[in-house]
């Protein structure tokens, strides 16, 4: 594994020819935690498949598309023509060098442009295959969250879970204060078109009581989950990834 880092001649001597691309996000997580949570994420993520996969790492973009969080001050959102454009010149610039093999992958739950970013890309630039590690996706978060002692949380965004994974990746930017509420179900039918501000009661969907745990209990389930499930994913990643390249060039 080598990163953005690294010198120059050290990547072109390495023979690399694998990239992680990981986008993060700025946006609100409620009114007590920091809004760079999902790029630190993004982070987390990139490191691990770059060791499994060896790959040259590229730094954490912290933007993408938060059009749901976009009403709460501080949220950066960009449209997704305009972030999958960047993505793509950042792919035909590396590729030029004689990078083969792309991994893109997402802190933030709302990034749905990623699906069709990659079946494009992979139509338009048949001497390149793009992946996004999802082969084991649902099975890696049960797990996770059953080793974390999260199990059955209704909690999509600014939850028990994100205090957790805060109070493990930034404590000094968190304040344990309770947050959130019960967000009807019903509300799920138009959280991709209406504001979370019109959907929430400050913008957290899903719900911390403050003193349920200990800082210390908080940050280690939030170190169990993300450890477990990135584990899982980054498991069988290099097969997929390189038998798909192999395929696609047959």
Not at 49 to 70: D, G, M, Q, V
Not at 150 to 161: F, P, S, T, Y
Not at 191 to 211: H, N, P, Q, V
Request: glycine share 8%; charged share 20%.
């Amino acid at each position: 594994m080598l990163s953005y880092k690294n010198t120059t001649t050290e990547i072109a001597s390495s023979g690399i020819d694998t990239v992680i691309i990981s986008v993060g996000a700025t946006e609100q997580s409620g009114p007590f935690l920091p809004m760079h949570l999902d790029t630190l994420i993004a982070e987390l993520y990139a490191e691990a498949y770059a060791r499994e996969l060896n790959a040259y790492l590229l730094p954490t973009i912290p933007f993408n598309t938060s059009e749901e969080h976009a009403n709460y001050k501080g949220t950066i959102t960009v449209s997704p023509n305009v972030l999958t454009a960047m993505l793509e010149e950042i792919i035909v610039n590396l590729t030029r060098q004689g990078f083969k093999k792309f991994l893109v992958c997402n802190g933030h739950g709302g990034a749905y442009w990623e699906a069709a970013f990659i079946k494009h890309i992979n139509y338009k630039y048949p001497e390149i295959t793009l992946i996004a590690p999802n082969h084991n996706n649902h099975n890696a978060w049960e797990a996770a969250a059953k080793t974390a002692g999260l199990e059955g949380l209704n909690e999509l965004h600014g939850g028990l879970l994100s205090v957790c994974t805060a109070m493990w990746l930034c404590p000094e930017h968190v304040k344990t204060k309770s947050m959130g509420s019960d967000v009807p179900f019903e509300n799920r039918f138009y959280a991709d078109y209406i504001g979370w501000d019109k959907l929430t009661e400050d913008g957290c969907w899903g719900k911390f009581e403050a003193g349920s745990y200990s800082d210390d209990e908080l940050s280690e389930k939030g170190q169990l989950f993300w450890e477990t499930f990135i584990n899982n994913r980054a498991t069988g990643l290099k097969q997929i990834l390189d038998e798909g390249y192999r395929r696609k060039m047959a």
